[in-house]
């Protein structure tokens, strides 16, 4: 609540929407490695009883506590990821509403445009459209393609082996010579259904999501004070989101 008081000062905004994760992912089922060893990796009790605690309040704060503030931009799908519910907001949103998506990863550069920018909240850095193209020397559509190219060891999505995200981009802007073996290999990996596979996992959004309505209500102070009373969040209180 303290960053969301944070965020809603720092880009001059009342206005907040909250996307989760929600039920087993859709992309386990178009890659059962996809994220595999999150879930096999054997857990000590104490890491268990930690972690189903940290979903307790996870969903305490989805269902009650942001409603109780007020909120009412608080989406979620079953079988979908919180970057698919960005995308599906961001791609269907009004026509000259602007929006700064908070996250450190990186799979949603592909989302960038002149009215979405990403803000990294670890290191408190914007990546616009201009800043984006300018590193990368391609559109944001074409991070994908970099993405499937070069794999996602966090997500267990295998690209091509010793390919990173700058070579699979020189790649993109036609600057790897052809008679490289890393040219080569990804021409070759291009061709491949393991390709194809990866570019349906590091697309936004996945296909079928609903089509979220947002609301323009922003958060009373007499909300924000009774959820900072009831749990003790003296420094919150009087600081609501977007005052």
């Known amino acids: 609540l303290r960053d969301v008081q944070y965020l809603t000062e720092q880009h001059a905004t009342p206005h907040v929407v909250f996307c989760f994760d929600h039920g087993k992912g859709i ?27 940290m979903r307790r309040q996870v ?11 007020g909120f009412k931009n608080i989406f979620y799908q079953t079988g979908y990821e919180a970057d698919d519910v960005c995308a599906a907001v961001v791609t269907n949103r009004q026509r000259g509403d602007d929006y700064i998506l908070v996250s450190a990863d990186r799979d949603l550069l592909q989302l960038l445009d002149d009215r979405v920018c990403l803000w990294n909240p670890v290191h408190r850095n914007c990546v616009t459209l201009a800043t984006f193209c300018d590193e990368w020397g391609i559109e944001p559509d074409q991070w994908r393609t970099v993405k499937a190219i070069a794999g996602c060891p ?38 491949s259904p393991e390709y194809q596979t990866n570019l349906s996992l590091v697309s936004l959004p996945l296909p079928g999501l609903n089509e979220f309505t947002l609301s323009d209500a922003v958060v009373s102070q007499r909300d924000w004070n009774k959820v900072a009373e009831r749990f003790g969040m003296r420094s919150l209180k009087g600081k609501q989101p977007g005052h």
Do not use: M
């Open 154 to 191: 966090t997500d267990e999505v295998r690209g091509v082996t010793g390919v990173g995200e700058k070579t699979a981009a020189k790649f993109v802007r036609g600057e790897l010579a052809e008679d490289s073996a890393k040219y080569e290999a990804i021409s070759a990996f291009i061709e």
């Open 27 to 53: 992309r386990q089922s178009i890659a059962p490695t996809y994220k595999a060893k999150r879930h096999t990796k054997p857990l000590t009790e104490e890491e268990q009883d930690a972690l189903d605690e």
């Open 59 to 69: 969903e305490v704060i989805k269902t009650k506590v942001l409603p109780e503030c």
